[in-house]
Structure formats: structure tokens, C-alpha cells
């Protein structure tokens, strides 16, 4: 079975701090996505990453994916309010369904004014 | 607007009432899931479909069926639901073929099962 494990479970923080996210995993993927869900709503695609050691950044928000590519991370820098949310990572493995995607648990996070 | 739409958004019932659980999304895609969001366990796919008329199962497919007779709806039927279906579900559709496609999520049906 495959498995990706994020941690933490839960942050609370204070605006302005900075926090990082992590996705593990004992599989490869083809790719790795990060959502966030806010309350009462479906996940909403944050970014993709395909290629082992990508970084890729948005705004504060810098995701990077595992050379071996079975990790990710997701940095925040000066965390806002508005960053509060669920953060869930999703696996594509190499052998599945046409868009066959591993969820994480996910990582709820509060940051506080 | 583009968007994956659900209903009913909350629903109790008990046990053994069949209920339906409906999707649709207008944004022509032709891949669509159903998954269930359970504390501790992430979000795990029930069924998918390709297009209209192929479905197939996914993780966790007991207790539920789907059907695909349009391609903008995709409903979610429980014959005989039982506690353990307790769950936030989520209806997803995709354009893009192929592994790591971006999903389009709904907005989730709580549904509660006595």
C-alpha cells in the first residue's frame, strides 16, 4: 500500500513566522500536487511538481520535491491570516488509474494575528 | 463560472435508505471521482470515470455505486447506507489525461448515516 505521511498534523503559529510542511514517503511518484481546503470547501490546487529536486515558488510560498522523488516540502515564509487552511499533498505512483492520486492526511494549519 | 457543483451539501439519514449524492461540472471534462474525506485518512478515491459509460472502482468502492450517462454528471448512489459510509465526500473532475492531472473538487457532502 502506498502511503504519504504529513507532518505535522497540526501548526499554530503567529503571523509573520515562517513554518515548513512536510509529505513523506517509502514510494516514488511520477509527480507530487500540494491543495489547500478551506472550511466547508473541495481542496484547491496550490502546484504541481514533476521533476526530482524542482523548486517551485508562489508568492511566500516555496514547494520543493525530493530528488529521489518520494518527499516534498512546502515552505511559508512571513505566514498571513490568509494562509490558514488544510495543506494536503497527493502522489501520483508510477502504476495506477489514469489520474490516480495518494492523498496525505494533511496538515492543518491556524496562524494567528 | 467554471465549477463542480454537489447536492445535497448536507444529508442525514438512516440506515438502509438509498440515497443519491449528484455532481455535475461544466467545464466539459471528461475524468471524474468521487472520493470520501475521513479524519486521519486523507482523501481516498470510491469510483472514477473516464468518460461516458466507463467507470471504474477505486480504493474503496463497497457500499457504493456511480453511473456516467452524461458527461457532466457523475451521481454517487448509496443502496443501503450503514454508519461506517459517515463521511465527507467530494466529487472531482479533470481535463488533462494521464497521471498527476489538476483535479477540480466540489464543495463537499457531509453526510451523516444514524
Known amino acids: 500500500t502506498q502511503l504519504l505521511e504529513q507532518s505535522p498534523q497540526f501548526l499554530s503559529i503567529q503571523e509573520g513566522e515562517n513554518l515548513t510542511v512536510y509529505c513523506n514517503s517509502s514510494s516514488v511518484f511520477s509527480s507530487l500536487q500540494w491543495y489547500r481546503q478551506e472550511p466547508g470547501e473541495g481542496p484547491v490546487l496550490l502546484v504541481t511538481v514533476v521533476t526530482g529536486g524542482e523548486v517551485k515558488k508562489l508568492k511566500r510560498l516555496t514547494f520543493q520535491f525530493g530528488d529521489a522523488r518520494k518527499d516534498s516540502s512546502l515552505h511559508i515564509t512571513a505566514a498571513q491570516t490568509g494562509d490558514t487552511g488544510l495543506y494536503l499533498c497527493a502522489g501520483a505512483p508510477f502504476s495506477g488509474g489514469y489520474n490516480k492520486l495518494i492523498f496525505g492526511a494533511g496538515t492543518r494549519l491556524a496562524v494567528h494575528p | 463560472e467554471a465549477q463542480v457543483t454537489q447536492n445535497p451539501r448536507y444529508l442525514i439519514t438512516v440506515t438502509g435508505k438509498k440515497l443519491t449524492v449528484t455532481c455535475s461540472q461544466n467545464m466539459n471534462h471528461e475524468y471524474m471521482s468521487w472520493y470520501r474525506q475521513d479524519p486521519g485518512l486523507g482523501l481516498r478515491q470510491i469510483y472514477y470515470?473516464?468518460?461516458?459509460?466507463?467507470?471504474d472502482k477505486g480504493d474503496v468502492p463497497e457500499g457504493y455505486k456511480v453511473s456516467r450517462k452524461e458527461k457532466r454528471n457523475f451521481p454517487l448512489i448509496l443502496e443501503s447506507p450503514s454508519p461506517n459510509q459517515t463521511s465527507l465526500y467530494f466529487c472531482?473532475?479533470?481535463?488533462?489525461?494521464?497521471?498527476?492531472?489538476?483535479?477540480?473538487f466540489g464543495p463537499g457532502t457531509r453526510l451523516t448515516v444514524t
Open positions: 472531482a473532475s479533470s481535463s488533462l489525461p494521464g497521471q498527476g492531472a489538476e483535479q477540480y
Open positions: 470515470s473516464m468518460n461516458v459509460e466507463v467507470t
